[in-house]
């Protein structure tokens, strides 16, 4: 298999099949693919590859039963011919072999799995056909069902989804609401909670153009974008990081906020600057340009409105940005492959002796010009916390599921509790048992559950 030789495979199976052996090919091929799985997810040093080489691997069993492990079925009762199908044990030996070997990993696969996507959905089809686009997606989804991790990846999805929708890098909306629909409908309702960010989007942009309908006609200059979400639809907490924004922008948001407070009496709102972008009309000796930044960006050059040059300490007196922001912020502006603004001294770092100065000399071949930002090194602790709110939320989830069992049945021994919690969350995520100990200790700690006085291994509800 390894080699791609299927001709000698249908052979193998085809002699493997006369003298009734096809449970120890079936094995071997079970053990290979487990085999090969393993050595795939536990590559810490190549996680980014990791659905690529999976993707392969599975491509690869797919094509090698369904043209060398073929048996004789009988299409209807009046034929005797039958036809070619796959062997179904080889079916359902892949199944079991991908989903024992993403258990040698825990939570990676899934994580790395909702990761593949997001690059897909930002990428788009590029000069795939609709058909081909989506015939990727299935294929990645074709690994989704084989991880016992399932509510892994719909966290990461969903985050990585609110992401794309709100910095607009989804490269298609259309493929976005197909997917979400396609992965509420056919693996996991939940999934249904990513349709409130496409509502909160929709109602938004009403709400806007009614906003700017409003505005006096002799209105120009900048214009404001708002997207209004409910906290509960979006997997993610404000951050709380303070920055003064210009007079004219905060302005603008109080008269918002204003003409919102009138329309939605009692809802408040709460800015989420961290999230703002911006479009800046820029002058430069070369000619004009649109520059396409973050909102942090644009407070950091709009202040060379006023000053040809701005020293580090200047800069962050006036914005009072968070320092790690700010340096961030200077080194994507100065420090990159677009510099509108230069440095002294040059360098690829920002230290507090830095003196900025707007790039009148700034050439780029482009009219709109798309600066971006420099993302904070927090990639592995981003997950690591993402993955640490998981485990909280499993814990909550097998806490609930086994009130409502024991509120169900009053009384069950151990063993029947256990598999009955196990049952009751598998569609979501396989516990093992020392968690589920853990969660009824818990439960009987807080007294929702006591043991039986005459037998340690019995528990009874309390209502």
């Given at each position: 298999?390894?080699?791609?030789?299927?001709?000698?495979?249908?052979?193998?199976?085809?002699?493997?099949?006369?003298?009734?052996?096809?449970?120890?090919?079936?094995?071997?091929?079970?053990?290979h693919?487990?085999?090969?799985?393993?050595?795939?997810?536990?590559?810490?040093?190549?996680?980014?590859?990791?659905?690529?080489?999976?993707?392969?691997?599975?491509?690869?069993?797919?094509?090698?039963?369904?043209?060398?492990?073929?048996?004789?079925?009988?299409?209807?009762?009046?034929?005797?011919?039958?036809?070619?199908?796959?062997?179904?044990?080889?079916?359902?030996?892949?199944?079991?072999?991908?989903?024992?070997?993403?258990?040698?990993?825990?939570?990676?696969?899934?994580?790395?799995?909702?990761?593949f996507?997001?690059?897909a959905m930002?990428?788009?089809?590029?000069?795939?056909?609709?058909?081909?686009?989506?015939?990727?997606?299935?294929?990645?989804?074709?690994?989704?069902?084989?991880?016992?991790?399932?509510?892994?990846?719909?966290?990461?999805?969903?985050?990585?989804l609110?992401?794309?929708?709100?910095?607009?890098?989804?490269?298609?909306?259309?493929?976005?609401a197909?997917?979400?629909?396609?992965?509420?409908?056919?693996?996991?309702?939940?999934f249904?909670?990513?349709?409130d960010?496409?509502?909160?989007?929709?109602?938004?942009?009403?709400?806007?153009?009614?906003?700017h309908?409003?505005?006096?006609?002799?209105?120009?200059?900048?214009?404001?974008?708002?997207?209004?979400?409910?906290?509960?639809?979006?997997?993610?907490?404000?951050?709380?990081?303070?920055?003064?924004?210009?007079?004219?922008?905060?302005?603008?948001?109080?008269?918002?906020?204003?003409?919102?407070?009138?329309?939605?009496?009692?809802?408040?709102?709460?800015?989420?600057?961290?999230?703002?972008?911006?479009?800046?009309?820029?002058?430069?000796?070369?000619?004009?340009?649109?520059?396409?930044?973050?909102?942090?960006?644009?407070?950091?050059?709009?202040?060379?409105?006023?000053?040809?040059?701005?020293?580090?300490?200047?800069?962050?007196?006036?914005?009072?940005m968070?320092?790690?922001?700010?340096?961030?912020?200077?080194?994507?502006?100065?420090?990159?492959k677009?510099?509108?603004?230069?440095k002294?001294?040059?360098?690829?770092?920002?230290?507090?002796?830095?003196?900025?100065?707007?790039?009148?000399?700034?050439?780029?071949?482009?009219?709109?010009?798309?600066?971006n930002?420099?993302?904070?090194?927090?990639?592995p602790?981003?997950?690591?916390?993402?993955?640490?709110?998981?485990?909280?939320?499993?814990?909550?989830?097998?806490?609930?599921a086994?009130?409502?069992?024991?509120?169900?049945?009053?009384?069950?021994?151990?063993?029947?509790?256990?598999?009955?919690?196990?049952?009751?969350?598998?569609?979501?995520?396989?516990?093992?048992?020392?968690?589920?100990?853990?969660?009824?200790?818990s439960?009987?700690?807080?007294?929702?559950?006591?043991?039986?006085?005459?037998d340690?291994?019995?528990?009874?509800?309390?209502?």
């Open positions: 298999m390894a080699t791609g030789d299927l001709t000698t495979l249908a052979s193998m199976y085809t002699l493997f099949s006369r003298v009734g052996g096809i449970a120890v090919l079936c094995a071997a091929f079970r053990q693919i487990r085999t090969s799985v393993e050595e795939i997810v536990k590559d810490v040093n190549n996680d980014d590859d990791m659905v690529q080489k999976l993707l392969d691997l599975n491509s690869a069993a797919d094509t090698t039963i369904s043209t060398a492990f073929l048996t004789n079925k009988i299409n209807a009762p009046e034929t005797s011919a039958g036809t070619k199908t796959p062997d179904s044990e080889f079916v359902y030996s892949l199944k079991d072999a991908f989903a024992s070997g993403f258990r040698a990993r825990r939570n990676k696969p899934a994580e790395m799995i909702a990761k996507l997001d690059k930002r990428k788009g089809q590029g000069s795939s056909t609709d058909a081909e686009f989506q015939a990727l997606l299935n294929s990645v989804l074709a690994l989704y069902r084989y991880t016992d991790d399932k509510d892994v990846f719909r966290t990461f999805y969903h985050r990585s609110a992401k794309r929708l709100l910095l607009e890098k989804s490269a298609s909306i259309d493929f976005e197909s997917m979400l629909k396609k992965l509420k409908e056919e693996y996991d309702p939940e249904g909670m990513g349709e960010m496409f509502k909160d989007l929709s109602l938004s942009k009403e709400a806007m153009t009614e906003y309908a409003k505005l006096p006609s002799t209105s120009f200059g900048q214009r404001l974008s708002v997207m209004v979400l409910q906290r509960s639809a979006w997997p993610f907490t404000v951050t709380k990081k303070t920055v003064d924004l210009p007079i004219s922008m905060q302005k603008e948001l109080v008269n918002y906020a204003n003409d919102y407070k009138l329309r939605h009496s009692g809802h408040a709102l709460s800015w989420d600057h961290a999230l703002g972008t911006a479009t800046l009309k820029a002058r430069f000796d070369p000619g004009y340009k649109d520059l396409s930044v973050s909102l942090y960006q644009a407070v950091v050059l709009l202040l060379f409105n006023d000053a040809v040059e701005i020293p580090f300490a200047d800069i962050m007196a006036q914005t009072r968070d320092d790690d922001e700010l340096r961030r912020t200077l080194q994507s502006l100065a420090c990159g677009k510099k509108v603004l230069t002294i001294p040059p360098g690829k770092d920002v230290n507090d002796g830095d003196v900025f100065k707007f790039n009148a000399d700034f050439k780029d071949e482009r009219l709109r010009v798309h600066i930002s420099i993302q904070a090194k927090v990639t602790e981003e997950s690591k916390r993402t993955n640490e709110s998981i485990e909280g939320d499993r814990k909550h989830y097998l806490d609930a086994i009130v409502r069992i024991m509120k169900a049945k009053k009384e069950m021994t151990h063993e029947q509790l256990m598999i009955a919690t196990i049952d009751a969350v598998n569609s979501h995520f396989v516990p093992n048992v020392d968690t589920i100990k853990k969660r009824v200790e439960l009987v700690e807080s007294e929702y559950l006591t043991r039986s006085d005459e340690m291994e019995r528990f009874f509800y309390v209502a």
